[in-house]
C-alpha cells in the first residue's frame, strides 16, 4: 500500500497560517477518502478534515471550520490542508490518513487504514 508522507508544520504565530502536505511516496491516492487528524499532548486523536476520493465532497470539524481548506490534486497525489488563523488550540501533532474501504467524508478515525507519520505544528500565543 500506498506510503504517506506529511510536510509543511512548523512554529508559527497565532493568526499565522500554514499550508500542510501528504504526499504517496509509492501508489496513489486518487481512489480514496483522505483525512487529516490531529493528537495534541495529552489528548485523543481528533479528526480535522476529510476529503472525497474526487474532491467533491469536503467535511470539517467544528472547531476549524472556516479556517482550514482541505484539498487534493490527484495529478500530484497529494492531499493538503491550509491552515489560516492558526490559534494556539491548534498546536498538535497532524496525521494524513488513507481509507481504502469506504467512500464518501468519514470523520470516523477507525475507517482509515493508512497512516502517515505525522507533522508537527506549533502555534504561539
Known amino acids: 500500500q500506498e506510503q504517506l508522507v506529511e510536510s509543511g508544520g512548523g512554529l508559527v504565530q497565532a493568526g499565522g497560517s500554514l499550508r500542510l502536505s501528504c504526499a504517496a511516496s509509492e501508489g496513489t491516492l486518487s481512489s480514496y477518502t483522505m483525512g487529516w487528524f490531529r493528537q495534541a499532548p495529552g489528548k485523543e486523536r481528533a479528526f480535522v478534515a476529510a476529503i472525497s476520493w474526487s474532491g467533491a465532497n469536503t467535511l470539517y470539524a467544528d472547531s476549524v471550520k472556516g479556517r482550514f481548506a482541505i484539498s487534493r490534486d490527484n495529478a500530484k497525489n497529494t492531499v493538503y490542508l491550509q491552515m489560516n488563523s492558526l490559534k494556539p488550540e491548534d498546536t498538535a501533532l497532524y496525521y494524513c490518513?488513507?481509507?481504502?474501504?469506504?467512500?464518501?467524508?468519514?470523520?470516523?478515525?477507525?475507517?482509515?487504514?493508512?497512516w502517515g507519520q505525522g507533522t508537527q505544528v506549533t502555534v504561539s500565543s
Open positions: 490518513a488513507a481509507a481504502h474501504f469506504m467512500r464518501g467524508v468519514i470523520r470516523n478515525q477507525y475507517d482509515y487504514n493508512n
